[in-house]
C-alpha cells in the first residue's frame, strides 16, 4: 500500500495485518484524525453463539474503541428473517423471531468482553436492525430505496454469481438481502452519524452498496473498510476444528477446548495471529512467531493464554494451561477437562466405548467413533482402545475415566452426583 495512514486507528490495524480494502482511506483517514468516528459491523443471528469466524472483526472493533472511536454492534433482527445468502451453496433455514431474539440475548454476552457499552463519548452501542426494518412499507421502500439499484449490477456481484453459475436457486427473498443491508448504513449514518461499516472481505460488495446509496439518498460521504478472509496455512478456513465450529460462548465450547484450539495452531501461523488475536507488541509478536523447534510451542502456549484471557479471563486461561501441562506432559487426568456425566439409569447395564466417544463429543457419529478406534486413535486412560463394542458400566465409571482421540483431544467420563 503506497498510502501511510496517519490516525492511530489504521495505523494500527495495517501493522498487525488486519486491512484488505478501503474505499477511500486518505479520506477517512482525515475523518478518524478529526474527532470520533461511529463504525458499525453487523451481525446476523443465526445461532446462540459467535465462533472463531466472528473474532477477527470483534478485534477490529476493540482496536477502533482502543483508538478513541465508537463502535456499533449492530445485531440482525431484521435481516435474520431474511438470510445472508453470500458465498453459501443453498438458502440458510428461517428462523422464528423468539429464536432469534434468543440468539441475540446469547451473543450480546461476548461482545461485553471484548467492548465497552459505558457513557463515555466512544462508548460502544448495542444496536438492532429490526428497529427500522420491521416497520419498513413495502412499496415505500421499493419506491424510495428500491429505485437506486441496478439489477444488472447486483447479479454481477461475485456471492450472487458464484451461486447462479453454478445452477444453484438463488430465492428472491435472499436476493433482496444486500439491499436491506445497503439500508442499514443509510439508517444508521441517518440516525447516529454512522460513517464507516466493516467486515470481512465477502461484503466488499454489500458494504459498497451501502456507501453508494447513503450518497445518493443523504449526499453523504461514507466509508468501507474490509478485512481479509483468514485461512491457515494448510489452507483450511480460519475457525474450523474436527469437531465442528470454536464457539466463543463457554456454554457451547469449554474454555479449556477453546484454549486447545489456538495451542494447536500451525506453526506458521503463530506469529500472525498473535498480531491478529492478541495486543502484544507487533514486535514481540514477531519475535515468538520466529521461533522454531521447540521453543515455537511456547509461543502457542502464549498465543492460546492471551487469547483466551480476553474471551474467558484470566483464571480460565491459567486453568487451561495448568490442565493441558498436567495432561499431556505428566500423563494425568487435568482438572478443567470437558466433562460428560451420565446417570445411572443412562448407563443402564451399561454403554459401549463407540458411544462414549460420540456422547463426549469426540467424534461426531457412532460411524466416526468406531473408524477413530479401528485406526488406533482413541485411548481410555492413556491405554489403546481397540474394542468399540467394550462396555462401561456404573462400577466402571464410579471414578472419572478419561477418553482420548488422538494426542490432542480429551475428555472425563464419570457418573453424575
Known sequence: MTYHPKSDFLATIVERGFLADCSDIQSLDEALIAGVVPAYIGYDATAKSLHVGHLLNIMLLRWFQKAGHKPITLMGGGTTKVGDPSFRSEERPLLTPQAIDENIAAMQTVFARYLDYGEAANGALMLNNAEWLDGLNYLDFLRDIGRHFSVNRMLSFESVKSRLDREQSLSFLEFNYMILQAYDFLELNRRYG?????????????????????????????????????????????????????WLSAEMLSPYEFWQFWRNTTDAD?????????????????????????????????????????????????????????????????????????????????????????????????????????????????????????????????????????????ALVKIAG
Open 194 to 246: 454512522c460513517l464507516l461499516q466493516m467486515g470481512g472481505s465477502d461484503q466488499w460488495g454489500n458494504i459498497l452498496n451501502g456507501v453508494d446509496l447513503t450518497r445518493r439518498v443523504l449526499d453523504h460521504e461514507i466509508f468501507g473498510l474490509t478485512t481479509p478472509l483468514l485461512t491457515t496455512s494448510d489452507g483450511r478456513k480460519m475457525g474450523k476444528s474436527q469437531g465442528g465450529a470454536v
Open 270 to 410: 503463530v506469529g500472525r495471529f498473535l498480531k491478529l488475536y492478541t495486543e502484544l507488541p507487533v514486535e514481540e509478536c514477531d519475535r515468538l512467531g520466529a521461533l522454531e523447534g521447540s521453543e515455537i510451542n511456547e509461543a502457542k502456549i502464549r498465543l492460546a493464554n492471551e487469547v483466551t484471557a480476553l474471551l474467558h479471563g484470566s483464571e480460565a486461561a491459567a486453568a487451561a494451561e495448568a490442565t493441558a501441562r498436567e495432561v499431556f506432559e505428566r500423563g494425568g487426568v487435568g482438572d478443567d477437562l470437558p466433562t460428560l456425566e451420565l446417570t445411572a439409569a443412562e448407563i443402564g447395564e451399561g454403554i459401549s466405548a463407540a458411544q462414549l466417544i460420540v456422547r463426549s463429543g469426540l467424534a461426531a457419529s457412532g460411524k466416526e467413533a468406531k473408524r477413530l478406534i479401528a485406526e488406533n486413535g482413541a485411548r481410555v486412560d492413556d491405554e489403546p482402545l481397540t474394542d468399540a463394542g467394550r462396555m462401561f458400566d456404573a462400577a466402571a465409571l464410579s471414578s472419572p475415566v478419561k477418553l482420548s482421540a488422538g494426542k490432542k483431544r480429551h
